[in-house]
Nanobody
Framework: QVQLVESGGGLVQAAGSLKLSCAAS????????MGWYRQAPGNSRELVAT???????NYGDSVKGRFTISRDNAKNTVYLQMSSLKPEDTAVYYC??????????????WGKGTLVTVSS
């Protein structure tokens, strides 16, 4: 089991910045990758960014060049630095951790989410 606790959400004006944190209950070295997903009202959950244990990153098209994902293995924490925020970035942001189980199975863990609201 991996428990994830997000923090850092809130209300910010358009063009502003915000940094999200996600603390994992287990060492980052047993977690294959971590990432952030978001879900706006009426929409499906979408990829924001992921980072592997080797540090490789992947971003959703809508946030490329504006958001940066990073990890601190010593603190078992992943961060999402969000800049140049737009009202359409408003959503609940969920932290995700992927652990590789037996027989190449993939196990996903999710945090409870943190709300980010961007005002125009």
């Amino acid at each position: 089991q991996v428990q994830l606790v997000e923090s850092g959400g809130g209300l910010v004006q358009a063009a502003g910045s915000l940094k999200l944190s996600c603390a994992a209950s287990r060492s980052m070295f047993v977690i294959n990758s971590m990432g952030w997903y978001r879900q706006a009202p009426g929409n499906s959950r979408e990829l924001v960014a992921t980072i592997t244990s080797e540090g490789s990153t992947n971003y959703g098209d809508s946030v490329k060049g504006r958001f940066t994902i990073s990890r601190d293995n010593a603190k078992n924490t992943v961060y999402l630095q969000m800049s140049s925020l737009k009202p359409e970035d408003t959503a609940v942001y969920y932290c995700n951790a992927v652990v590789l189980g037996p027989l190449k199975s993939v196990i996903n863990f999710w945090g409870k989410g943190t709300l980010v609201t961007v005002s125009s």
